[in-house]
């Protein structure tokens, strides 16, 4: 069964930055990409970007380019998140999820998903 | 601001039929991008329902189906519980701009 388990609740100030760690077991770490999704307070779901472990390479949505860095470690299957330059706005839980691309191969889909990290930024 | 439409909400009695459309546009939806829908419960993450328009993940009841047509998805909920009222978010890819996956923006099921 794959799981994947999440790094805890952050209080972060204005203009800092945040790492969230995820940790996946259950599967082939390697074989799937891993994305990172966010949720505002009362909002809806909001794609950030992904990575794929055995390439390390990872696209981010262009809202975010350059204030969010996508990083695997193989040898303990963990992707992290860091976002930088943080503001009230990005005040949000963040997921990771296992991504899937489609056999036709136009779109990915996320199969499994982390239990959520509340990150908090505030003065 | 997305660019799937979702209507915020929908209601039904325990056993009936409920439709959620999810509404894009020639950038997405209607250049041929598959769609798939996620449950999400109060409190939890986001569980994968339908895959690729209209395929369900081994465990989701067969009460659960989606369609795909045009510039538009639907997601069906057949026989109605009370374990079904949750948000439910379609998504896909969408090219314009520099390509991205887009979520919907969302619907709250009510069970009456």
New interface residues.
């Given amino acids: 069964q794959v799981q994947l388990v999440q790094s805890g609740a952050e209080v972060k100030k204005p203009g800092s930055s945040v790492k969230v760690s995820c940790k996946a077991s259950g599967g082939t770490f390697s074989s799937y990409a891993i994305s990172w999704v966010r949720q505002a307070p009362g909002q809806g779901l909001e794609w950030m970007g992904g990575i794929i472990p055995i390439f390390g390479t990872a696209n981010y949505a262009q809202k975010f380019q350059g204030r969010v860095t996508i990083t695997a470690d193989e040898s303990t299957s963990t992707a992290y998140m860091e976002l930088s330059s943080l503001r009230s706005e990005d005040t949000a839980v963040y997921y990771c999820a296992r991504t899937v691309r489609t056999v036709a191969g136009t779109t990915i889909y996320f199969d499994y998903w982390g239990q959520g990290t509340l990150v908090t930024v505030s003065s | 601001q997305?660019v799937l439409t979702q209507p915020p909400s929908v209601s039904g009695a325990p056993g009936q039929r409920v439709t959620i459309s999810c509404t894009g546009s020639s950038s997405n939806i209607g250049a041929?991008?598959?769609v798939?829908w996620?449950q999400q419960l109060p409190g939890t993450?986001?569980?994968?329902l339908i895959?690729?328009n209209s395929n369900r993940?081994s465990g989701v009841p067969d009460r659960f189906s989606g369609s795909k047509s045009g510039t538009s998805a639907s997601l069906a909920i057949t026989g109605l519980q009370a374990e079904d009222e949750a948000d439910y978010?379609c998504?896909?890819?969408d090219s314009s701009?520099?390509g991205?996956?887009?979520?919907?923006?969302?619907t709250k099921v009510t069970v009456l």
Avoid: C, I
């Avoid at chain 2, 991205?100 to 969302?106: A, I, K, L």
């Fill in positions: 997305s041929g991008y598959d798939h996620y993450a986001p569980k994968l895959y690729g993940p978010y998504q896909s890819y701009l520099s991205s996956e887009v979520f919907g923006t969302g």
